[in-house]
């Protein structure tokens, strides 16, 4: 006989834990099955340890700098398996925690791979058997996983994926990173401070697509200081790989080059984890590998609901959690619930110098048909910035100019990551540009520079 509950989760990353920890806070009997790690790609093998890593690059950049700051350091070097083995442990801790959590919260966990049998049915095969679940409502949490790419495969020996970068069988040399959204240049990043000889290549006609031009263009002139190579509209058309050595054949402008590498990232996008999930014979629609839903999460099948990854786009933790929780509250029977709005959650990239945005571009913004007041703000103008050795970067928000609206901000430059996180609050809150040109900001901050962009915006600006 079936084990019942009102709520099964099926994926145990940033937006299923969520929903079923959300869940269990409302009363809901809840259980959640996973196929692999606790805390899913974020935790295990994407956001967590990937920042661990380009922590160390951090350091290990900032200690290649010591004299810039009257300090004198000898013998500068890294160990790889140390860093990589730092970055372990820190997704293990995370890892393990989110079992404490799923306990804490009295959550049922099941360890396995889950097939929907039918409406309110879920099979588990598990280390033991097969266990037999039921519930009203389920919540499809699957995420996403690497895209390949015929000829691009990742071997684990040459041609990598992000899981073999981050648990790397040898330090490249001559590293070719193939994409530029936020994973390959992470990794670009990382393995370029690091020492490597690093080119980039992007089909699109500018690296960080999904940016602001303005910002993509900015982070394109700081990669190439760093010695960076990067070549957009080009496409690797094929891989020749060798016991040492790739040779990759690269269209550009309709002429096919050929260059060696001995290491190749593929970071090409993902593909939704939508296979023998037994969503065709539920009816579920799927799109392009991901499940089609509307603003609530609803699949259009009655109690079956899809978050995250597997949901499309943005592919992003936070995104993938705060849905869990809307998930969650809906089958709670609460009756204000608000849907998550994309246009309204940051994306932010940790390379060197680090990206961050919220809302629309300044060229999205014209396209949607808004009159729209631009402002601008170096780091060089800012006096945290200077001390701190970091006055490369700049901030830039676009407002409707009718209303004072926020439509988007777009950030470049160190700790954007967590500054970004002001003007996100600030969407939220609806806030206008008066609102913001009202605002105290402490001295000395980077987030100064916040509000001398919108200062800039409407000819205000002090500090430049």
């Given at each position: 006989?079936?084990?019942?509950?009102?709520?099964?989760?099926?994926?145990?990353?940033?937006?299923?834990?969520?929903?079923?920890?959300?869940?269990?806070?409302?009363?809901?009997?809840?259980?959640?099955?996973?196929?692999?790690?606790?805390?899913?790609?974020?935790?295990?093998?994407?956001?967590?340890?990937?920042?661990?890593?380009?922590?160390?690059?951090?350091?290990?950049?900032?200690?290649?700098?010591?004299?810039?700051?009257?300090?004198?350091?000898?013998?500068?070097?890294?160990?790889?398996?140390?860093?990589?083995?730092?970055?372990?442990?820190?997704?293990?801790?995370?890892?393990?925690?989110?079992?404490?959590?799923?306990?804490?919260?009295?959550?049922?966990?099941?360890?396995?791979?889950?097939?929907?049998?039918?409406?309110?049915?879920?099979?588990?095969?598990?280390?033991?058997?097969?266990?037999?679940?039921?519930?009203?409502?389920?919540v499809l949490a699957t995420g996403a996983r690497a895209r390949n790419l015929p000829g691009l495969e990742a071997d684990g020996e040459r041609v990598w994926?992000?899981?073999?970068?981050?648990?790397?069988?040898?330090?490249?040399?001559?590293?070719?990173?193939?994409?530029?959204?936020?994973?390959?240049?992470?990794?670009?990043?990382?393995?370029?401070?690091?020492?490597?000889?690093?080119?980039?290549?992007?089909?699109?006609?500018?690296?960080?697509?999904?940016?602001?031009?303005?910002?993509?263009?900015?982070?394109?002139?700081?990669?190439?200081?760093?010695?960076?190579?990067?070549?957009?509209?080009?496409?690797?058309?094929?891989?020749?790989?060798?016991?040492d050595k790739v040779t990759a054949h690269i269209e550009v402008k309709g002429k096919v080059e050929t260059h060696e590498f001995d290491t190749v990232i593929?970071?090409?996008?993902?593909?939704?984890?939508?296979?023998?999930?037994?969503?065709?014979?539920?009816?579920?629609?799927?799109?392009?590998?991901?499940?089609?839903?509307?603003?609530?999460?609803?699949?259009?099948?009655?109690?079956?609901?899809?978050?995250?990854?597997?949901?499309?786009?943005?592919?992003?933790?936070?995104?993938?959690?705060?849905?869990?929780?809307?998930?969650?509250?809906?089958?709670?029977?609460?009756?204000?619930?608000h849907p998550v709005r994309p246009e309204s959650i940051a994306g932010c990239t940790y390379c060197q110098p680090q990206v961050a945005s919220v809302g629309?571009?300044?060229?999205?913004?014209?396209?949607?048909?808004?009159?729209?007041?631009?402002?601008?703000?170096?780091?060089?103008?800012?006096?945290?910035?200077?001390?701190?050795?970091?006055?490369?970067?700049?901030?830039?928000?676009?407002?409707?100019?009718?209303?004072?609206?926020?439509?988007?901000?777009?950030?470049?430059?160190?700790?954007?990551?967590?500054?970004?996180?002001?003007?996100?609050?600030?969407?939220?809150?609806?806030?206008?540009?008066?609102?913001?040109?009202?605002?105290?900001?402490?001295?000395?901050?980077?987030?100064?520079?916040?509000?001398?962009?919108?200062?800039?915006?409407?000819?205000?600006?002090?500090?430049?």
């Amino acid at each position: 006989m079936a084990d019942t509950y009102d709520m099964i989760v099926i994926g145990a990353g940033p937006g299923g834990y969520v929903a079923a920890i959300r869940g269990a806070q409302l009363g809901l009997k809840v259980a959640i099955v996973e196929r692999e790690h606790m805390g899913g790609i974020c935790l295990n093998w994407g956001c967590i340890p990937t920042k661990a890593m380009l922590r160390s690059s951090e350091v290990f950049h900032l200690m290649e700098r010591a004299k810039d700051f009257g300090l004198s350091a000898e013998g500068i070097g890294y160990d790889l398996d140390a860093v990589v083995k730092r970055s372990r442990g820190v997704a293990k801790q995370l890892a393990s925690g989110v079992g404490h959590l799923m306990k804490k919260n009295k959550v049922t966990t099941v360890m396995g791979e889950a097939t929907l049998t039918g409406k309110g049915k879920v099979s588990v095969k598990t280390d033991k058997g097969t266990e037999e679940l039921s519930a009203k409502n389920i919540v499809l949490a699957t995420g996403a996983r690497a895209r390949n790419l015929p000829g691009l495969e990742a071997d684990g020996e040459r041609v990598w994926s992000y899981k073999h970068a981050l648990q790397p069988p040898h330090m490249p040399k001559k590293l070719l990173v193939i994409g530029s959204g936020a994973i390959g240049i992470e990794f670009a990043s990382f393995y370029n401070t690091l020492g490597a000889e690093t080119t980039v290549v992007e089909v699109m006609d500018r690296i960080l697509p999904v940016e602001d031009p303005e910002i993509s263009a900015f982070a394109k002139k700081a990669f190439q200081k760093q010695k960076m190579t990067i070549v957009e509209k080009a496409i690797v058309k094929q891989l020749d790989r060798e016991k040492d050595k790739v040779t990759a054949h690269i269209e550009v402008k309709g002429k096919v080059e050929t260059h060696e590498f001995d290491t190749v990232i593929s970071a090409v996008g993902i593909v939704g984890n939508v296979e023998n999930l037994g969503l065709e014979e539920m009816g579920v629609k799927v799109d392009r590998t991901h499940v089609v839903v509307d603003e609530y999460c609803r699949t259009g099948v009655e109690g079956l609901y899809a978050i995250g990854d597997i949901a499309g786009a943005p592919w992003l933790a936070h995104k993938a959690s705060h849905e869990g929780t809307m998930v969650a509250e809906l089958i709670a029977g609460k009756n204000d619930v608000h849907p998550v709005r994309p246009e309204s959650i940051a994306g932010c990239t940790y390379c060197q110098p680090q990206v961050a945005s919220v809302g629309y571009s300044e060229e999205k913004a014209k396209e949607m048909g808004y009159e729209v007041k631009v402002g601008r703000f170096p780091f060089i103008g800012n006096g945290k910035a200077i001390a701190l050795g970091e006055a490369e970067g700049m901030v830039k928000t676009v407002f409707d100019a009718k209303t004072g609206e926020l439509l988007g901000a777009h950030m470049i430059g160190a700790e954007v990551t967590e500054l970004i996180q002001g003007y996100v609050v600030g969407r939220q809150l609806e806030t206008t540009e008066e609102d913001l040109m009202s605002t105290v900001f402490p001295h000395p901050t980077l987030s100064e520079m916040m509000h001398e962009s919108v200062l800039d915006a409407y000819d205000r600006v002090i500090h430049i």
